[in-house]
């Protein structure tokens, strides 16, 4: 049908009456990198947690590779090639830099276990130079064997992203991988992003750094009170006011149209 | 149904005591978010030291340690001044003295468990915590033991009268029951009433509240929240104390530190936070399982179910029931009571090489075995069972982060299954009370039943962790080990006649030759055959786990017990993998079990007995809880085993309270210190850990993401949530 | 108004300050003070470092390197009460409101001094947000945002602090809610000679506010001046927002 890895029709999830994403319909193209951006608050991690299971949606669909993915469990939806990281590190720390990435790598059987403990582990070769890859393309081969808890956060954030690699997905989520990055470890990931989509995959990347987004992305969505107020191409998206207006908050002569405009927005959402 | 009805009204009497201990662990756990297994314990000791200070012609009162430096031997040559245990206050002293000096005992151990115990741990990883509350629990029992000696202490007259006399007659109906019901009733009417008041309308009841729910935030406002939680756990001792002296007219005061499982049931079913709740949560308890009993024990079941089914054990399924049936339909909105960050797990470094150590630990035991035979064979067989059964910890709760307090509940299935189901109807030896009835299994194919039953159970216990996580699976398991006990180990219809005292235990023969523990010759456990047989098992077994831990099974494990969310993300199911740590987990605790039943002629049920089970959870993580070497270390460590026999034989007279009082000191001092990490990777960390453990930071700075942005979206969601009105 | 004053009213005083999360500094060589009387902005897009400052201020985070003096003593780290009880209020982030408690109660917790001074602060507090006079015995947590911003701030006021700190008072309001509280920190501050700081997300509405402006961006200060400078120099505040080149 469509070539879109990733489509959703009226997303909507519901806290307690009010809708932290409301009717969200966002496609993301296979082998295409697109962005999610919006001010502090605004609903984009709640929407990865929605497509990837760790939230329930109130409504709305959410579609993977053709799949109707809504009913799934988290794990089955990375199975499927569906894979995030996290804003906050959620890294195994008992677990040294490769290990956190086999983890994810390694298939394992209901069996696995029998064979572990009788040390018969099958070397899988495939899957080990797919972990050596995500290291490498991440720059930390030479602190694979650290544990996550001895490296600085920028390199510790790196890890997170590396992992998600390893899990072979089909399209990767990455939730604000630039967040406490220095200006200059946030370049240098900027410049690997885009190499990610020479590996069959797709990308969908949330990040408050504008100039990181505004420069990888192909195209981008602009989230605000849950709703998309804006999108299409980079250029564009720089040059749309209302996305000036829900950054900067509205000069002081836009204030009341947007006041009117949130309570007119308010009773619609309260009529549901 | 008049009896029944009865029958129901007359469980306010226990039930108010479920109320006011479950009062206590609310109010301890709202001010310091400590579930705290030991609250049993604390009102047990205030309730020995109350019938202690009335014994006629005594009037003492014993402070809760005891002398560390024995009236025997060279130490007391030395001549050092002994620590103070025993005050004298007077001879028959009136009632509200003796009250008060026992609350002030209670109220002094509260104190206590804050400053040496829960304040040093607050911001430690829950399973340091549990131990922690285990440690006070096994210290504090085994200090009761020390100073107050078991003998009967129901104090059947404190109130006036006794739990016979006095009847009351139940509304209603033509039944009665022991006044005293109503006073145990209404006194927790009372305390639950006067801690409702409390904590609604006082500012230090707000700011309990407040902390409770936002920690942060009560500090911003002045509030110090390691203040609060002082006094919190003062009062929360206090209530234990009045719950041990309430209930002292009809039960021995040993017998009151496991009413804490019923406690703590009463106070989830209050949600944990809601006096009202705990109150009324007891009370229901209370009758539920005094109707339960009666219910079941009805002519109209027939012979068949009133002997399958033991009225200590109904009574003991219902804080399970209610407990499992809260936390499934609560579980996932229970409060877990956010300190603002939560250390570090300990870690488990998987072992490269586990050669060298298994032909050592090989050798050793092979010479051990050898040099010093039958004197020590006995210890020797006891370290090693248990070695085998810490395996299990090791896995479970060691590389898989689940805490279960359970496993030797489910050894205690596969050695009684499997004496059960090897009997054959006749005696075995010629001392035997029972001949326990049986189908007659060939024993080896019964000790594989023995195993398979215990990994059935075990994925049983197991279930509600796919709900439920840390402390709060602590709680269901250590529901289970008593319902286990009463429901299963003691049951006579299930286990035979003789589950009620001994059961028999066949001979374990291999190739026509004995290598049971037990040497029929010298009627000792010292057949050395046994002993090499168990060197072996658990070599191959402590290799299998070794295995385990640096296989793709065991990074899932530890990729689970880190973080359920990100393992999620990471394609893994962290349900099947749980109830596969629980399975195997449950088969080598299995194993431990029927080793320990072909040690043994007699199984008793004593051999399975709840705190047992804790000690040894406390003793594997004295020795380190997330290796295979902290395993052996722990099983040398147990009372019973080697260690304990060396110091037996050097120090005379030091008996096992003793090293389960330096135990659970022990306990406390390494959840501190090495988080877990016990004596075998001290080692290899010791320094930095200690210091660590020293000036552990108050509010370590591990916010969730690192970042000022890692809040934002559950913060909207928090704000809109609380904006529906 | 920041240049000339004496040490006496200096009540907050960031020197060269390095905090962070794990020992790791997220915010480097940080230089910020506030007076008294005075509104200062802290601005910058998100991750800047903004909540990083104020959770340091307030003893929640630990001093890496440089120096914190809050009303005349250095930030206790691990005791954020000690500093609270010597007058300094945080709004954080989050509010950190007590949901579970009524809004009575919850401001009861802010109460500070004797029982006169309780009864002035309780007063004041509700005279700049009389909209909370309804809702006394609604439990916080069926507030709406907009409410709970304001029980938020009156709970700092009615302590009637020396140094109030507010984070993010806008986020996920409305601006017109928005538009109605920000002001009330100058009035606190004309009113009651207080310091205020706001990490504040609607810039031209902070400007309209403050005295003083910092902006920040990835971990340091890339831009500070009084409120009529920056509003003067829109350019520069993109940039710093936006991304691109700050060459000021």
């Known amino acids: 049908m469509t070539d879109n ?34 001010p502090n608050g605004a609903g984009k991690t709640t929407f990865i947690d929605a497509i990837t299971g760790y939230v329930p949606m109130s409504a709305g669909t959410a579609t993977f590779a053709g799949e109707d993915i809504g009913s799934l469990k988290p794990h089955e939806r990375a199975e499927r090639g569906l894979v995030r990281t996290f804003q906050s590190l959620e890294l195994f720390e008992d677990l040294s830099v490769r290990d956190n990435l086999l983890v994810a790598a390694y298939p394992t059987k209901w069996y696995s276990f029998i064979l572990d403990m009788l040390y018969m582990t099958p070397k899988d070769q495939e899957t080990e130079d797919r972990v050596n890859w995500a290291l490498d393309i991440m720059g930390l081969t030479d602190e694979a064997d650290a544990m996550p808890t001895d490296l600085p956060h920028g390199r510790r954030k790196l890890v997170g992203v590396a992992r998600a690699l390893a899990a072979k997905p089909d399209l990767i989520l990455l939730d604000e991988p630039a967040a406490g990055l220095d200006t200059a470890e946030s370049q240098k990931l900027g410049q690997h992003l885009r190499e990610f989509l020479d590996h069959d995959m797709s990308v969908f990347l949330i990040d408050h750094d504008m100039g990181l987004v505004l420069s990888v992305c192909d195209y981008i969505y602009v989230l605000d009170f849950g709703e998309i107020i804006a999108e299409g191409t980079p250029a564009e998206v720089r040059e749309d006011p209302a996305v000036k207006a829900a950054y900067l908050g509205a000069e002081a002569g836009d204030v009341q149209a947007a006041a009117a405009e949130a309570v007119v927005g308010a009773q619609s959402s309260g009529g549901e | 149904m008049e009896a029944f009805i009865a029958a129901v009204i007359a469980g306010i009497g226990a039930g108010g005591v479920y109320a006011i201990l479950a009062v206590g662990i609310v109010v301890a756990f709202r001010g310091s978010g400590v579930i705290n297994f030991a609250h049993g314990a604390v009102a047990a000791y205030a309730a020995y030291n109350f019938d202690e200070i009335r014994e006629p012609g005594r009037g003492n009162i014993y402070l809760p340690w005891v002398d560390p430096i024995p009236e025997w031997g060279v130490l007391q040559k030395l001549r050092l001044n002994n620590l103070p245990v025993r005050i004298h206050i007077m001879e028959d002293p009136p009632t509200w003295l003796a009250v008060f000096v026992s609350l002030a005992m209670a109220a002094f151990i509260g104190a206590l468990m804050h400053f040496l115990v829960f304040r040093p741990l607050r911001n430690a990883p829950t399973l340091a915590k549990v131990i922690g509350s285990v440690g006070v629990f096994i210290y504090l029992g085994a200090v009761a033991l020390k100073n107050f000696s078991n003998s009967n202490r129901n104090d059947a007259g404190w109130w006036g009268f006794d739990s016979t006399s006095d009847p009351y007659v139940i509304p209603f109906t033509d039944k009665t029951m022991p006044g005293s019901n109503l006073w145990l009733a209404g006194s927790a009417l009372v305390v639950g009433g006067v801690l ?36 919190n756990w003062v009062l929360s001792s206090v209530l234990a104390g009045i719950a041990g002296i309430v209930f002292l007219h009809k039960t021995n005061p040993s017998q009151i530190s496991l009413l804490v499982v019923f406690a703590l049931a009463a106070a989830l079913i209050g949600n944990l936070t809601s006096v009202v709740g705990a109150t009324f949560g007891g009370l ?8 339960g009993v009666d219910f079941f024990q009805r002519d109209f079941w027939g012979e068949g179910v009133k002997e399958w089914l033991p009225a200590d054990g109904i009574r003991q399924f219902v804080p399970l029931i209610a407990i499992i049936i809260v936390l499934y339909t609560r579980g996932g909105k229970l409060p877990v009571r956010g300190s603002i960050s939560v250390g570090r797990q300990p870690q488990a470094p998987a072992t490269n090489n586990a050669t060298v150590g298994t032909l050592g630990l090989i050798g050793i035991g092979l010479l051990v075995s050898n040099i010093f035979v039958s004197k020590w064979e006995s210890a020797l067989t006891t370290s090693l069972i248990f070695m085998l059964f810490m395996f299990s910890l090791v896995v479970l709760v060691g590389y898989l982060g689940q805490i279960s307090l359970a496993q030797w509940s489910l050894g205690g299935v596969a050695a009684w299954t499997t004496a059960r189901l090897a009997a054959d109807g006749m005696k075995i030896r010629e001392f035997d009370f029972f001949a326990n009835g049986g189908p007659n299994w060939p024993l080896l194919l019964a000790a594989i039943a023995g195993v398979v039953a215990a990994v059935v159970v075990g994925l049983l216990v197991g279930l509600p962790a796919l709900r439920i996580r840390g402390v709060q699976l602590a709680v269901v398991t250590l529901a289970a080990v008593v319902a286990i006990e009463k429901l299963v180990l003691r049951n006579t219809g299930l286990m035979g006649e003789g589950a009620a005292s001994t059961n028999p235990m066949p001979v374990l023969t291999i190739f026509g030759s004995n290598f049971g523990g037990f040497n029929e010759n010298s009627n000792q456990t010292d057949n050395w055959k046994f002993t090499v047989f168990l060197i072996f098992m658990v ?28 393992a999620a993300a990471a394609g893994i199911n962290v349900s099947q993998t749980k109830l596969l740590g629980f399975g195997i987990s449950s088969a080598i605790a299995g194993i431990a079990g029927v080793m320990f039943a072909f040690k043994l002629s007699q199984l008793t049920s004593e051999n399975f007995a709840p705190l047992i089970g804790l000690g040894l959870l406390a003793f594997v993580y004295l020795g380190g809880i997330t290796t295979v070497t902290g395993a052996v270390f722990g099983g040398l460590l147990v009372a019973g085993g080697l260690n304990g026999e060396i110091l037996h034989l050097h120090f005379d007279g030091v008996d ?9 000191l022990l306990l406390v001092v390494n959840a501190i210190m090495t988080n877990g990490e016990g004596i075998s990777l001290v080692n290899a960390t010791a320094g930095k850990e200690i210091l660590h453990g020293l000036r552990r930071d108050p509010i370590p700075p591990d916010f969730p993401s690192g970042t000022e942005t890692s809040t934002a979206d559950s913060t909207v969601a928090d704000s809109l949530e609380g904006a529906v009105v | 108004m920041s240049s000339e004053t004496t040490d006496g009213d200096r009540l907050l005083d960031i020197q060269n300050l390095s905090s962070g999360y794990s020992g790791v500094p997220v915010v480097r060589g940080v230089n910020l003070h506030v007076d008294k009387g005075e509104v200062v902005a802290l601005l910058g897009p998100n991750g800047a470092g903004k909540t990083t400052t104020l959770l340091t201020v ?17 930030a206790t780290f691990g005791a954020p009460h000690k500093a609270a009880r010597r007058g300094l209020a945080h709004v954080p982030e989050d509010r950190s409101l007590f949901f579970g408690l009524t809004v009575q109660e919850n401001l009861r917790l802010g109460l500070r001094g004797s029982r006169s001074a309780q009864a002035a602060g309780y007063e004041r507090a509700l005279e700049l947000l009389p909209a909370l006079r309804p809702l006394m015995g609604r439990r916080s947590g069926l507030l709406s945002g907009g409410e709970q911003q304001m029980l938020a701030m009156a709970r700092a006021l009615v302590g009637e602090p020396k140094l109030l700190l507010v984070d993010e008072m806008s986020l996920g309001l409305a601006p017109i809610i928005v538009e109605r509280l920000l002001p009330i920190v100058r009035d606190i501050a004309n009113e009651t000679g207080a310091g205020v700081l706001i990490v504040e997300q609607h810039v031209h509405l902070a400007l309209s506010v403050c005295d003083r402006a910092y902006v920040m961006s990835h971990g340091e200060i890339v831009l500070e001046g009084s409120a009529s400078e920056l509003k003067d120099r829109p350019d520069l505040l993109e940039a710093s927002y936006l991304g691109g080149e700050v060459s000021a």
């Open chain 3, 58 to 74: 307030s003893g929640l985070l630990k001093v890496l390197d440089g120096s914190v003096t809050v009303l005349g003593d250095p």
């Open chain 2, 539 to 566: 070599a191959i077994v402590g290799v299998l786990v070794v295995n385990l831990r640096r296989g793709r099974i065991g990074r899932r494990f530890l990729a689970v017990r880190a973080n359920e969310r990100a």
């Open chain 2, 284 to 291: 229901a308890l209370g009758m539920i399982a005094s109707g």
């Open chain 1, 5 to 38: 890895i990733l489509e959703t029709k009226g997303l909507t999830v519901t806290f307690g009456g009010l809708n932290a994403n409301d009717s969200v319909n966002l496609n993301v193209p296979r082998g295409k990198f697109v962005g999610l951006i919006g």
């Open chain 2, 196 to 231: 409702y008041l409390f904590f609604r309308y006082s500012r230090f009841g707000i700011a309990t509240r407040a902390a409770d729910e936002n920690e942060k935030g009560a500090a911003l406002l002045g509030y110090s929240p390691q203040l609060l939680a002082g006094l």
């Open chain 2, 656 to 664: 096992q309270s003793a090293i389960n009082i330096a135990g659970g």
